[in-house]
Nanobody, 123 residues
């Protein structure tokens, strides 16, 4: 599967933004789809995952503010980000893996990655 992330931009604190991850070559419904982010000078961190069965898990830092949805018709996964904070500023990446893992927060568990999209939240 090939992934392409889009939707990043500049937004004020408290605002909202939706990122998209378009897949080609295979159906997103067959994959666990995750989002990661990497801020300048920091390690990449897990944001959230939507399992192929539909369940979702999120990092504590974004729980209640971010939501991952899937559009099977468009073969796309979305990351809806609300109540954005300056500390959400990062390059966001989507990733996919075919099978369940007990370590979904580890980037090394994902063989498929999209290019990053920059999200900047101003204070």
């Amino acid at each position: 599967v090939q992934l392409q992330a889009s939707g990043g931009g500049l937004v004020q604190a408290g605002g909202s933004l939706m990122l998209s991850c378009a897949a080609s070559g295979s159906s997103v419904s067959s994959y666990a789809m995750a989002w990661f982010r990497q801020a300048p000078g920091k390690e990449r961190e897990f944001v959230g995952i939507r399992w192929s069965g539909g369940n979702t898990d999120y990092a504590d830092a974004v729980k209640g503010r971010f939501a991952i949805s899937r559009d099977n018709a468009q073969n796309t996964v979305h990351l809806q980000m609300n109540t954005l904070k300056p500390e959400d500023t990062a390059v966001y990446f989507c990733a996919a893996r075919r099978w369940y893992t007990i370590n979904p927060t580890e980037g090394s568990e994902y063989p498929y990655w999209g290019q990053g999209t920059q999200v900047t939240v101003s204070s």
